[in-house]
Structures are given as C-alpha cells and as structure tokens.
C-alpha cells in the first residue's frame, strides 16, 4: 500500500514539474485579444542588453519574451475565430499570463492543468503518516480483525447508515408508505407493513388539482435560444480598441500576427495608456493600428483584417511614423503551414485599411500632412487600402506630403484608392505646399497590383489644389517609379491626372521593365496611349511624349 502511495506521489510530482517546466521556457508566441481592450506593443531593451517587448492592455504589462506577438479578434480563444488547437505544431500561441501570476500561481495552473487531464492524484501524505515500525505492524494484520476499519469488509455486518444518502433529503426512517388493501391479496401482512402519514400526500393532491384547472398547453413547437452577440473584434462586430506599437530595436525584427481583427475607430477610442494623438489645435483622435520608431515590423496576416479610421478626419487606418521599416506579408496558412501557392478566390490572409472619411489621411501610411517611407507588401498579403475622402494617398502619404520607398513584390496583391485627388500609391495631395512627392516605388516580382485616383496619380504624386486667385499650385514630383520582372500593374485616373508618373506639369521618372527585356506597356491618363517601357522622362500628361 505504502509503496503505491509513494509511487503515485512520485508521479504526480513529475507530471507536475513537467508542466511547469513547459510554462517557465519562453512559449512560440503569446496571444492578446483586441476584444479586451486598446493594447500597446513596445520593443524593449533592458540594461543588460536583453530584448523582449512590452504589452499593455486593460491597465496590465506584460513582459512577453515570446517569438511572436499575436492580436486576435474576440475575448479569449473560446470566441475567438481561428484558434490555435487548429494550428500545426510548433506555430501554436498560448494566451498571455499576467506578470502577478508569478511562479507560485504557474504551479497552480499547472495542477489545473493536470486535474483536467485526469492525472492528479489524491496527496498520500494526507490520508497517513506512518513509522517505520508502524508500517511493520500494519503489513502483518488482518484487515478483518477490525471491522469497524472499513464496514463494507464484513459482509455479514450491516452499516447502520447508507454512506451514500444525500444529507439534504429526510432521513428514509422517518418516510412511511400507504398499502390499499386492495393492492395486496394477503391481509395477513398488512399490519406488519409501514402505514403512509397523511401529511405527506398534501404537495402530490396539489398538484393534481393544479393541473387539473390548468389552461390549455401552449403549442409545443420549440422555441429556438437567442444567438449569441457576435464576438467583439470580429467580421460582425468591429471593435473601437486600437493597436499602437513602438519599435526601436536597432537589429531584432519584431513580429506581429494579425488574425481577424476588426477595428472601427470612433470619438471615444483610445490608446492603451488612455491617451490619444493631437492632430492640431482643436482635433484629438487615433488610428486604428499604428507603428511608429526606427525598428523592423513584421506584420503576418491571418484571417481577413479591417482597420478603418473612415470616422477619423486626420489619422490613417494603418499609420506609419519614423524611420522603421514596415513589412505586411502572408507567409504561413491560417494553420501555420508555409504557404506555396494560393488561389485568388482566397481571402484568407488579408488586410483592409480605410482612411479617413474627411480625407486628410492615407489609408496606409502618413496621418493628415505627415509623409511615411519605408513600406513593404510581399508574401501572398491580399492588401486594399482606400481613401474616401479626397487628400491622403491610399498608400503613402497623407495630404501634401510625401511617399517614399513603398515596394510591393513577391505573390502580393494589392487594391489601392487614392479618392480624388491623392495618388493610388505615392504622395498625398493638396497640402499648403501643393501635392506630396512619390520616390523610389518599387512594384517587382509576380506581384498584382490595381492603382486608381481622380486628380491624383494612380501611381507616382499627389495633385495640387488651386489657390484663392485661381491659380493652380505646385504638384508633387515622381522620381524613380519602377514596375519590373513579372508584375502586373493596372494603373487607372479617371479625372485629369496621370496614370503613372507626375499628377501635373512636373517631370516624373518612370522604368517600366527589366533591361534588355521586353517591357509590357501601360496607359497613361485616358488618352489610350501606350508608353513602352525602359528609362524615361515624361512631361505633364497633356503634352506629347
């Protein structure tokens, strides 16, 4: 007996040990749910030199040293849509732990664990504690020699009490029964049979009359439950939390996947610290996600993502501040997988950004009047960015300001809007110095991408706006727009701006092509001309080339 004891003991701990164990190592990747708050991302450095990144929700940090940070639509993974049991192994993300926790409540959770598995075992110590000459003892008696040890061990005792008998309910000594005469053909034994109290035939006689005066049953056909409200984050329910994240590590990507996210800014949003960006004088607000600093971001889609700040006069639906350079991709399936090829039919993987209604903000890209440079769409990313209102590029910058180093490559496939007088891809438009710049776009690899604008260009710079005399301001400058390798591009303006190039009058430098190859050829404004590809120069769009 003593032996099992110790055995089970020893397992139990091991099984224990074993989980804390896996607790304890830094897990692939660590999941928060846009559901429960505004959540705050900031790469960090210690003073000893370690790397890990600070996450901020619902007035908790977590210190997460995960390989990845995971946003996911709803509150936890029971609502959440794509959950991670469904994932390949190694790729799975484990629901952040608070830091209070602390090592004592891991073992805890631990033990949970174990219990839910049905591995936990009843503490031997707890039910003895034996020497050893009392173990001696023991192993040589007769467990009939005391029979009130264990009752059930002696069949011819009978326990005074059925152990098993719910304390709650009357005790079967004091229940008496009630035999018609007519129920039983030997009177003989009727005295000798327990005769039923009338005091416990009240409730039964009730209830019949009760149910006798009852009303007609209602029909029987079921009613069906309430749906359940859809989860908060989610494709039916968007969101009003938004996502910031801070990145200066100088060499360390940090990593992001987005899985379902539903984000619709409105007045009451907010960062995770409660605070919220000032865009000029008198106008406060936020961007539905936002990466800021001088560090790489690697964004992963999983799922169909929307980030709308279309309610949001001056921020963007995706903004992005500073140096650091930003890459959107879908690189790995929804259940991890590595992917190879994917059908166009398939929207998995797929970020939809809307910027402002009013129109001062790109959609991807720079807030109202703020340039942004260093954007990269690859992968099998299926990316729309539009802009309803009229200023802000759909990706590039926000009204007036420039668009940098935007490349767009591998199998990525890219929908992008520039309103009425932004560029499609470039420089937004009708800034207090005329319209924003566009330089070093790239569009390369087997990547697809649809541009349109109205004044703006599809792809290259932002249009100007007239001043109070009539006069037509400065339009931005396209320098270095390149479309290369197996590309396809459909650059299209629908008003009187240019397709590729120079919005108006100034000189754009376009390549179409790799050198030496025959290079496709593309239309330029709605004139049905078509432009050859290689090094050029164009002048404004109304002259002959």
Known sequence: MQRKDLALRVLSTAAIMSIVTSIAAPAFADVYYIGKGSIDVEATTDADGKQYVKVTQGGTTYEDKSNEIVIKDGTSEADTTLTEAKRAEGTRANPAVAPAAGAATQELEAAGSADAAGESQPDPDAAFTLSEAEEDSEEGKDPTDNPTENPTDNPTEKPTENPTDDPTEPPKKDVVYEYAPAADPNPEQQATKPTLSTSATPAAETREATQANAPAAAPTTPTAPAADPPVE?????????????IN?????????????????VDDTSR???????????????????????????KIELDGQNVLD????EYGAGLRKKDSGNLTITDETSDTGETITAKDETDTSGSLRAEGGEVGKAAAIGGNSGQATDNITIEGYAT????????DGAGIGGGNGAKGSNITIQGHANVTANGGWSGAGIGGGSRGNDGGGDAENITIQDYAKVTATAHDGTAIGSGSAQYSVWGDQEKSGVAKNIVIRGHAIVNAKNDGSGAAIGAAWGDNAEVTIGTAGATADRYRRRDTGRTIPGGPARYPHPGSSA
């Open 309 to 312: 700040s279309s309610t949001s």
């Open 233 to 245: 984050g989610s494709a039916e329910n968007p969101t009003k939390n938004v996502i910031r994240v």
């Open 248 to 264: 200066n590590w100088a060499e360390k990507v940090l990593k992001i996947r987005l899985s379902n996210v539903n984000i619709k």
């Open 271 to 297: 960062y995770a610290d409660g605070t919220r960006e000032q865009f000029n004088s008198m106008s406060y607000g936020v961007s539905a996600a936002e990466v800021q600093g001088t560090g790489k971001t």
């Open 383 to 390: 990316v729309k960015a539009n802009t309803l209102g009229h």
